[in-house]
Structure formats: C-alpha cells, structure tokens
C-alpha cells in the first residue's frame, strides 16, 4: 500500500471514529440540556452538531472517491434528502 493509500485509510478511519465519538456526544447532551441539569449542555449540542454536519462531510467526499468521481460532485441521494 502506498504512502497515499494508506493516509487516505487511515483519515477515512478517524473521520469514522469522529463520527460516531459526535453523535454519542450530541445525543447526551441534548438529553442533558432536556433535563435541565446543565445550561451549558444546549450550547454543547449546537457544537457537537456543527462537528458532525463537518465530518459528514468529510465522509461524502470519502464516497466520492470510492465511487470514482471528482471532489467537487456531490455525492449520491444528497439533493432532496433531509437530515435532522
């Protein structure tokens, strides 16, 4: 495996682990700010969210790259689709 390949698999792993570290981290602190437990707990969800919409992404292009297409294109099912 080239120097490349292997960079390329090993940031696509960290932007996987990245991921998955935002959403458990999103999910509690909304579930925190619901409960009313910590003030800070709101503002946390809003940063966790803002990672997670930012590695996602990441991931896209990772897609892209896979399926053979440019950096530029979007990847595929992202028009009309809506994430909340």
Do not use: C
């Amino acid at each position: 495996m080239s120097y490349e390949q292997e960079f390329l698999k090993d940031f696509e792993t960290w932007i996987n682990t990245q991921v998955t570290v935002n959403e458990m981290a999103m999910q509690q602190s909304r579930k925190i700010a619901r409960e009313g437990e910590d003030e800070h707990a709101a503002d946390a969800y809003i940063r966790y969210e803002s990672k997670l919409d930012a590695y996602k992404f990441i991931q896209g292009k990772f897609e892209n790259y896979k399926n053979g297409k440019g950096f530029h294109d979007m990847p595929d099912g992202l028009l009309g689709s809506r994430e909340y």
